[in-house]
């Protein structure tokens, strides 16, 4: 009996030395938040700057924390734009979407972004096929189109 008493106890010390030490080491939500509030803090500041490629490993580290971050994923969309990554940016301005499907400037620079991208197409195809190809006066007139349509848009 003592035995058995003397085992009972040494197992609830034992236990209860472990989860002490769990709480002791594992970080409190609070303090995960405040991380993140600091990171992001951080990462918009730099992002201000105007210094993109610096911006991008920070709002990257955020979304690997918290993929449902509608800010970040958002400015992510537009760093990938700054540094003309813009299927990135459709990417990251889809996501952005999916969550929060009312955010009006996602969709703005969803539109703007394929835009770019369709202007890429047809300037690469008038870069690529011969110049007498039935085709080129179609590929200028609209690469020059898609470029009024942006340029009044600065």
């Known amino acids: 009996m003592k035995i058995t008493f003397s085992l009972l106890i040494l197992i609830v010390v034992t236990v209860s030395g472990c989860a002490t030490t769990t709480e002791l080491n594992t970080p409190s939500p609070s303090n995960g938040i405040e991380q993140y509030r600091e990171q992001l803090a951080k990462a918009n500041a730099v992002y201000h700057r105007k210094s993109y490629n610096d911006a991008l490993s ?23 734009s700054h540094l003309e990554q813009y299927k990135n940016a459709v990417q990251a301005y889809e996501r952005t979407l999916l969550l929060s499907p009312q955010m009006s400037k ?27 190809d ?7 007139h609209y690469n020059s189109k898609l470029l009024a349509i942006i340029e009044t848009e600065k």
Do not use: E, H
């Open 58 to 80: 920070g709002y990257l580290s955020l979304y690997q924390q918290n993929k449902q971050d509608v800010l970040v994923l958002f400015r992510l969309g537009n760093i990938y």
């Open 106 to 132: 996602a969709w703005y620079n969803l539109g703007v972004v394929r835009t770019r991208l369709s202007i890429k197409t047809w300037q690469n195809m008038a870069a690529t096929i011969d110049k007498n």
């Open 134 to 140: 039935p085709l080129m006066k179609a590929a200028n």
